[in-house]
């Protein structure tokens, strides 16, 4: 890699900051977010109408004009079928290209059913032309016909196309998840039928508007109309979102697309507290690590964690922070990464030199290979107006991501406070954590 201008504002020294100056009692890990929905819903209206004897009403329909059958997606003519209780029949239309015959542009026109109800979101044909997008009892409908990401993959089966789609998606490189997809799972490629394809992704977020956490699962539907004419259908459910409506949605959703959405309610909660739980034993973002009992997080950001005991460094006189190198900004040219030694004394040198306070007695060795990769710490101690401060800093690289470790205790702190001592444990992390983000 060649040598780079980082943008470095010594950030590694905030650590430090936080951790010697204390950032006070921080909101502790949210409580788990449970299901609202159960596997049985819908309105009385509904059951009524179907204790109706079939022979009655299919005569009732006859009447009225309608069908009893129910459409499914791709029918030639949907008809006027309206036993759909929380969907209605619509149109999208785009263009699909140029008739070579007379030069105009082709139009293509799908007929599909959305979901709908009195306080829905609703969107036909919106910004893009081709498009339908709706949001109600925690589903979220979004629909497109021919969209760029599938069409550009040219002479690709459609497993294929949906397989490229799905990385695209949720994978930023590799094997690594975009931030917001927590505990992301995504299924096999399923084939439904001849002409279609889907896939079911399965993760947590984290909802800052409520605080808390959700599960969602988002399965991504595609099917060929006809030559040349694509169609993706993807639904989101919300388990946090969910109503007692949300499972008769569901099954008009799977009966019209043909398509099974993956709504499992007891499988949700449970991915959903195996989630929070290991939020609240220590499980952060970065490193996944089983701190004793005690110890938990004191400040947690995209960038950082901090752990103490009580989830106060400042109380406890000690204290762990864990983040990724791109969090720190550099103003300096760093040396070439070929050598990852070089590389890391260089960096621990940098940070070093931008602490505020006084520093003493630093000593920089290579620690070999830990969880986090090659690595080289620095040994230091740093006065501060609450005393003077022992700390560790651990840099370590690991393919193509290098990660900080800091470990603060206060000199006046007996060492027998805790079962283990702050440094100990940053030993045992170091051993035995394992990068979440590999």
């Known amino acids: 890699m060649k040598n780079k201008t980082v943008g470095l504002r010594i950030g590694i020294s905030l650590f430090l900051c936080v951790l010697l100056a204390g950032c006070g009692p921080m909101e502790q890990v949210r409580n788990v977010a449970h299901a609202t929905a159960e596997k049985e819903g819908g309105k009385a209206a509904k059951t009524s109408e179907a204790e109706i004897p079939e022979t009655e009403k299919e005569a009732e329909d006859a009447e009225d004009g309608t069908d009893s059958q129910a459409p499914v997606f791709g029918m030639e003519d949907i008809g006027n079928y309206d036993g759909?209780?929380?969907?209605?029949?619509?149109?999208?239309?785009?263009?699909?290209?140029?008739?070579?015959?007379?030069?105009?542009?082709?139009?293509?026109?799908?007929?599909?059913?959305?979901?709908?109800?009195?306080?829905?979101?609703?969107?036909?044909?919106?910004?893009?032309?081709?498009?339908?997008?709706?949001?109600?009892?925690?589903?979220?409908?979004?629909f497109s016909i021919n969209p760029y990401l599938i069409t550009e993959q040219k002479d690709a089966s459609l497993a294929e196309m949906l397989q490229k789609y799905m990385d695209k998606?949720?994978?930023?490189?590799?094997?690594?998840?975009?931030?917001?997809?927590?505990?992301?799972?995504?299924?096999?490629?399923?084939?439904?039928?001849?002409?279609?394809?889907?896939?079911?992704?399965?993760?947590c977020f984290y909802d800052d508007m409520e605080e808390k956490y959700h599960v969602c699962y988002r399965t991504s539907y595609l099917k060929e109309l006809e030559p040349d004419v694509l169609t993706l259908l993807e639904v989101a459910i919300d388990g946090q979102e969910s109503t007692l409506e949300t499972p008769e949605l569901i099954k008009e959703l799977e009966t019209f697309y043909e398509v099974d959405l993956a709504w499992d309610v007891e499988e949700m909660q449970e991915k959903l507290e195996r989630y929070e739980e290991k939020a609240e034993a220590g499980f952060s973002g970065i490193i996944e690590f089983e701190f004793p009992e005690g110890w938990e997080i004191e400040f947690e950001d995209d960038e950082l964690v901090v752990y103490a005991p009580g989830g106060n460094s400042d109380g406890a006189g000690c204290g762990i922070a864990v983040a990724h190198l791109e969090s720190i900004v550099f103003e300096e040219d760093l040396p070439d990464e070929g050598n990852d030694e070089e590389y890391l004394e260089m960096i621990i040198n940098i940070i070093i030199e931008g602490i505020e306070e006084e520093v003493d007695h630093a000593a920089i060795s290579s620690r070999g290979e830990t969880c986090i990769g090659e690595t080289v710490a620095a040994e230091f101690s740093v006065a501060d107006s609450n005393g003077m401060a022992d700390c560790e800093l651990y840099l370590g690289r690991k393919g193509d991501h290098t990660y900080v470790i800091v470990a603060m205790q206060y000199q006046w702190l007996e060492m027998d406070t805790f079962e283990m001592d702050t440094f100990q444990l940053t030993e045992e992390l170091l051993k035995n954590g394992r990068i979440l983000e590999e």
């Not at 007929?111 to 081709?130: D, F, K, Q, R």
């Not at 931030?179 to 001849?194: H, N, P, Q, T, V």
């Open 169 to 203: 998606i949720y994978y930023e490189d590799g094997d690594t998840a975009y931030e917001g997809y927590g505990d992301l799972e995504i299924s096999d490629i399923r084939k439904i039928g001849g002409d279609a394809v889907a896939a079911t992704a399965k993760y």
């Open 84 to 142: 759909f209780q929380y969907m209605q029949k619509d149109v999208v239309t785009t263009a699909i290209g140029e008739d070579k015959g007379n030069g105009r542009v082709k139009r293509k026109s799908v007929t599909l059913y959305i979901p709908y109800w009195n306080e829905s979101w609703y969107v036909i044909n919106g910004e893009m032309p081709g498009t339908a997008w709706a949001q109600v009892f925690g589903v979220t409908f979004d």
